[in-house]
């Protein structure tokens, strides 16, 4: 288990690889993450070959992710455990800042009138 101080040298992920790496919650090769980051952030996020294959090899070094098997020339990825803590931690983040955010929309909404 990653201390918060370890996980902290991961964090924030851009949005691009935290899709990417949502996506690898299940063995994929990098055309099939691109089409499922476009599917899952329903088309608000567009990831192109230059830069996936760049977040893999990133989060590859950092062993967030490792090769799960080759078939036919295309590479298959999964999250690594350190992965699958450095993700939950992520979401996490993400879950406090949309709570403040629904907590600030009165005063927002108050502002706009």
Same mark, same amino acid.
């Given at each position: ?53 760049g ?15 080759? !078939?036919?020339? @295309? ?5 690594? $455990?350190? /992965? %699958? &803590?450095?993700?939950? !931690?992520?979401? @996490? ?5 949309? $709570?403040? /955010? %629904? &907590?600030m929309i009165?005063?927002?909404e108050?502002?706009?009138?």
């Open positions: 288990m990653l201390t918060q101080k370890e996980l902290n040298k991961y964090l924030p992920l851009s949005e691009t690889t935290f899709y990417a790496m949502l996506s690898l919650t299940q063995p994929m090769h990098g055309y099939a993450i691109m089409q499922n980051v476009d599917q899952v952030s329903q088309g608000f996020v567009h990831i192109g070959p230059g830069t996936i294959y977040i893999l090899s990133t989060l590859e070094t950092q062993g967030l992710i490792r090769v799960d098997g080759e !078939e036919e020339r @295309r590479k298959y990825y999964r999250l690594t $455990e350190k /992965g %699958r &803590q450095v993700l939950r !931690e992520q979401i @996490r983040r993400l879950e406090v800042m949309a $709570e403040n /955010g %629904r &907590q009165p005063a927002l108050a502002d706009m009138k």
